[in-house]
């Protein structure tokens, strides 16, 4: 599901705009991935207490558990052992902190993905949003 395929648009004569559909998307589907994870999470009751880019992956999941934790009853200001001003990671701030991360990646990326920045942005949020909202209406479907 990681392998990247490289377009063969035979009309298109430089090679990095000729590849950069397949790290689009490869950003998308990152996007998507850990949309599904963060949703999971709020099914749960569950906080990642450092929800920072490099404890994120490009498989969709997370990293640096140490401050991971489920609140015993629902309080969107939960965020575990974490004191992070402002509840930066609490509950309610987990799909936010989750998204801003992938726009981080898109803004990484940029050099590979050859897309003006603000429209990268938007199709990270909107594919984020997206699939955030359906993975967890499942979630909750199923309780």
């Known amino acids: 599901p990681h392998i990247l395929n490289v377009s063969e648009d035979e009309d298109e004569e430089d090679e990095d705009l000729r590849a950069a559909p397949r790290y689009c998307e490869f950003l998308l589907d990152v996007t998507r991935r850990t949309a599904r994870l963060t949703a999971a999470w709020q099914c749960l009751g569950a906080a990642h207490g450092m929800l920072n880019t490099d404890n994120l992956s490009i498989s969709g999941l997370t990293l640096d558990h140490g401050l991971f934790a489920f ?3 629902f309080d969107p200001a939960f965020g575990g052992e974490a004191k992070q001003p402002g509840g930066r990671y609490c ?3 987990q799909a936010e902190a989750a998204r ?6 898109a803004e990484a990326l940029m050099p590979l993905h050859c897309t003006p920045i603000a429209e990268m942005l938007g199709e990270v949020v909107s594919a984020f949003d997206k699939e955030f909202s359906d993975a967890y209406n499942e979630g909750m479907r199923c309780k």
């Open 71 to 73: 609140c015993d009853n």
């Open 91 to 93: 509950l309610r701030n």
């Open 100 to 105: 801003w991360a992938c726009e981080r990646l």
